[in-house]
């Protein structure tokens, strides 16, 4: 069998004897034999992701900015803090359970598989049915990240009128044996989901044929760059034998790319034009982007001092992590501390109010300033009290009572400069300086002063001379001391 090769992988390949080329191979694509359509498997999500450096930094970034700024439990009715008692029993869950850490891992899972799990634990427990709902007498202890890997299906249990959905967990070391786990101590996270569904949607599933596009136009750059740097062998041996060929090859292995032929065939590599692969991995990058919610800017990187008009962008991003905030996780949390505050015999009374997102220093100035124009504005007109006015500056609105309206004050708070908030850098202005003035002078005067500058001159050439004479009569008299 001959065989020619191109870049350490075999073209096309024909029989011994024969001059015709048969048995064609198509083999220098890594897409070779896909199945487009077919959704990856829960493994090969994991795999796609941690091949795409840009996507896992889109998946981590994106879940980092939805719980770094975190949350405060506050009262639904005047949105205050909660009593002491309840704020401790809250704080010491939340740094015995690394809440926040948990909540990242169980995003970045979401992205990845399309369903992340948080299993509860709870105290007293030495050895749980996991089928069986817990006891909501019994403190929460932990929250542990599942493997998202071992939970594919879910089901309910044969011959019972129990009409629950249990998650099925597969041990990967058994294959054969399935937990039924409850839902009360499984609690999963879901970013995106479509309504029949009770997993959601896999980020690395939908892009599943850019990712594997991209990783294509990856390899291929990085041959043609060894094909570049090491050139390609062309050998022709007249009257070729099989044994020739056999030892040429052997010589051969030792350069990565090379092709043996002998005088009775000819191949003719068609080489491209040049071209330009950024459009192409621009293209890879948008759709990523769109994917993620997210400016395509943020998910490559800005250069310093690049003007891009990417504030509209940010500011869909920051809605789209808002939403994640008050739709998927408030009421997980809400669940969770319910049911951590029943235990300790408080009644659920409260809400979660997630603290704001600034886009940059800029941004957040620009807010922190219209708060303070804004609650200087209504507490001088008397519209809100000293402490709706604090909490307007904290926290930018304020439900006011209708029916109870403050006396405006007796003395003004200090209004700000301007008429509105301006924090926009602004320009530097030196301060003026005097011009020094002109004096004019008349002929007879500046003959005078010339005059007089002449005469000041005589005077003092006149007085060194007398000090010269004077300084020469003392070291005289000192000789003649000496002897």
């Known amino acids: ?57 889109a998946i981590r970034k994106k879940n980092l900015d939805t719980v770094r700024n975190w949350f405060d439990v506050v009262t639904l009715k005047s949105g205050g803090k909660v009593p002491v008692a309840v704020d401790k029993i809250i704080h010491d869950f939340e740094e015995r359970t690394n809440f926040k850490k948990v909540l990242d891992e169980a995003g970045v899972s979401a992205d990845i598989y399309g369903t992340g799990f948080i299993e509860r634990t709870f105290e007293g427990e ?49 294959v054969s044996q ?62 070729m034998q099989p044994e020739q060929e ?22 003719d590599v068609k080489n491209p034009t040049r071209i330009d692969p950024e459009p192409f991995y621009n293209y890879f990058y948008v759709n990523t982007a769109a994917v993620m919610v997210m400016p395509a800017h943020m998910l490559t990187g800005v250069q310093i ?30 669940k969770i501390y319910k049911q951590l505050l029943e235990s300790y015999g408080y009644k659920w009374k409260y809400a979660i109010k997630w603290r704001p997102i600034f886009i940059d220093e800029l941004s957040e100035a620009k807010i922190l300033q219209t708060r303070s124009f804004s609650a200087v504005q209504n507490y001088n007109a008397g519209l809100v009290s000293g402490k709706e006015a604090r909490i307007m500056l904290n926290d930018g609105t304020v439900e006011l009572d209708p029916d109870s309206v403050p006396k405006k004050p007796k003395v003004d708070v200090p209004k700000p400069s ?33 005059t007089k500058m002449r005469m000041d001159g005589m005077r003092e050439i006149e007085d060194q001379e007398k000090r010269l004479k004077e300084a020469e009569n003392i070291k005289k008299n000192k000789k003649i001391g000496e002897k």
């Not at 829960?42 to 996507?55: A, D, G, K, T, Y």
């Not at 399935?178 to 599933?205: C, V």
């Not at 690049?306 to 809400?334: C, L």
């Not at 301060?431 to 004019?440: E, L, N, S, Y």
């Open 1 to 57: 069998m001959k065989s020619f090769k191109i870049l350490g992988r075999e073209v096309f390949s024909w029989g011994e004897n024969e001059s015709r080329i048969h048995n064609k191979v198509y083999s220098g694509s890594m897409m070779a034999n896909r199945d487009y359509a077919k959704p990856l498997n829960l493994s090969q999500m994991r795999i796609n992701v941690l091949r795409e450096p840009l996507l896992y930094k």
């Open 126 to 174: 030495r050895a749980p049915e996991q089928d069986s709902k817990p006891n909501r007498s019994r403190k929460p202890l932990g929250l542990i990240v599942q493997n998202s890997e071992n939970v594919g299906e879910c089901k309910q249990k044969e011959k019972s009128e129990d009409r629950t959905w249990y998650w099925v967990y597969k041990d990967p070391k058994s």
């Open 178 to 239: 399935e937990i039924l786990i409850h839902p009360d101590r499984l609690q999963p996270i879901i970013h995106d989901k479509l309504p029949f569904s009770r997993f959601g949607i896999s980020k690395a599933n939908v892009l599943r044929n850019i990712m594997n596009s991209k990783m294509d136009a990856d390899v291929s750059s990085g041959e043609i760059l060894n094909w570049f740097g090491s050139g390609l062998y062309d050998l022709t041996i007249h009257g």
């Open 246 to 267: 056999k030892n040429a090859e052997q010589k051969l292995k030792a350069h990565p790319d090379y092709i043996i032929h002998d005088e009775e065939y000819e191949l």
């Open 305 to 334: 001092g690049e003007v891009t008009g990417s504030e509209t962008g940010f500011s869909d991003y920051v809605h789209d992590v808002e939403n994640i905030q008050n739709v998927v996780y408030s009421p997980i949390i809400t």
């Open 418 to 450: 301007g008429t509105e908030p301006n924090v926009e850098p602004q320009p530097v202005v030196k301060p003026k300086q005097d011009k020094p003035k002109m004096r004019f002078i008349t002929p007879e005067q500046e003959q005078f002063l010339i």
